[in-house]
Structures are given as structure tokens and as C-alpha cells.
């Protein structure tokens, strides 16, 4: 499979429609910023891929959009 030297964006949907994903992949993997949404519309989760492994801080909500925790991934070989 050929590389890709540009992120592609990568929209993911329930069955019902409402919207489960979205963010980048690049050469298949996910890259760079992600948001993670539940059935009802809320956000549930954000943060960013390098390559498919999760990095930095990733940030995780209730319903009601308050942050609910933080989770930091380090960058790894």
C-alpha cells in the first residue's frame, strides 16, 4: 500500500446516523486530533493519534460536557 505524505480525514457514523467519530487517518492510522462521540450527540472523548498510538493528554467527558478525567500517553517507539 502506497504512503500518504497528508492526513486523510476519517468520518465514522452510528447506524442511526448520529455522528461516532471523526479526526485524520494517515497511511491507514489514525493521526492527529480525534473526537469520540456517544449515541446521544455528546462528546465523550478527545485527543490526538501519532501513527495510531494515542499521545499527549486525552481528555474524557460526561454527558453534560464536564471533564471527567485527563489521561496522558507518552510518545513511544
Do not use: C, N
Not at 33 to 55: H, I, L, N, P
Amino acid at each position: 500500500m502506497p504512503q500518504s505524505s497528508e492526513p486523510v480525514p476519517d468520518i465514522e457514523y452510528y447506524a442511526t446516523g448520529a455522528l461516532q467519530s471523526r479526526g485524520f487517518t494517515l497511511d491507514g492510522l489514525m493521526h492527529g486530533a480525534w473526537e469520540f462521540y456517544r449515541k446521544d450527540g455528546s462528546v465523550m472523548r478527545t485527543g490526538q493519534f501519532d501513527r495510531g498510538r494515542q499521545v499527549g493528554v486525552w481528555h474524557t467527558f460526561d454527558r453534560a460536557g464536564r471533564l471527567v478525567k485527563e489521561t496522558s500517553f507518552r510518545k513511544s517507539r
